[in-house]
């Protein structure tokens, strides 16, 4: 693959490699320096409790390798915050963010020649999956079509977490106030070009992920992506108050037609119909409340300007009286 004149940035996200972080540095090391004439390993060691900092700390003197960052983390994060945390702080004009335990690294000269070619967001997504267990693929499948029914967007397939950027797009995200969660879909919805490029490689033994905190971090990115639930939420108390309405005209009409109604059946029902009525409502003002602040909490830029372009011809320009004079012409002679 060719070598091209720029400088790229990779963050590979470990936890507890410390036998193993050696040699995968060492080989992305050398993958960066095929596909980019300039580039920065940035490593987040995400709070190891092994040895990992340590070894990571070695490669980086006089006789390690060259042009590594190193951020080590006090406390775990989700896997998509410790990745946000080289993002910030990437000085390449294109970022990558590769697992090194389930991606192939090589592919990231093909990704390069992609994001070279004007696309900015490339997306590399592996057809070879790691075993999980039967509960995890299950909460995976229902959260993928939650997401994808609020947003349009299936995670897994449409936005891998393999994925290169490009400076304007990391500039993009920066202007939200909570780039760390949102960094994973708002590629996808900024009117980017994007690709994404399939390709079969046998992953190695990733990080073994609790169901617990998939689960956890699954709703936060539900909650906090999108004002869909809330707005769900919402839509069900005025379903619910519009429907206690119709119950207590019903009430009132059965009271006025018809003489043998059981005594007491008229208020109480008037009554727990009025309550669920009240109920209803104070949960519909709040709720939109709720979305109020959500949304100016979580509101990003009004715009943002991708690209700009001007055309080559200003016929403004053209009008003006202007002689260009040649420098190399001598004085006129009478």
Known sequence: ??????????????????????????????????????????????????????????????????????????????????????????????????????????MMSAMLEKATDGIDVVFARNTQQPARSFAYRGANAIFNWLYKSFHGIHLASEAPQYRMLSRRVVNFILQHPHPAITYRHLSLSGGFARTTLNYSSRPQCGQRKELRDSIDRGMRLLVSTTRAPMRLVTSMSLLGAAANLLYSMYVLAVWLLKPDVAPGWVSLSLQQSGMFFLISMVLLVLGEYILHMARLSSEGPAYHVAQEFTSARIIRKEKLNIEIASATSGPRQE
């Open 1 to 106: 693959m060719p070598r091209f004149p720029v400088f790229l940035s990779a963050v590979l996200v470990l936890r507890n490699r410390a036998a193993d972080v050696e040699a995968i540095l060492h080989e992305a090391t050398a993958r960066l320096g095929e596909a980019a004439s300039d580039y920065e390993l940035i490593v987040i060691d995400n709070a190891s409790t092994d040895e990992s900092v340590q070894v990571i700390k070695r490669l980086t003197q006089e006789d390690g390798l060259p042009n590594l960052q190193v951020f080590a983390l006090t406390k775990e994060v989700d896997s998509d915050t410790a990745a946000w945390i080289g993002l910030e702080n990437a000085l390449g004009d294109f970022i990558g963010v590769v697992d090194p335990l389930l991606d192939d690294v090589s």
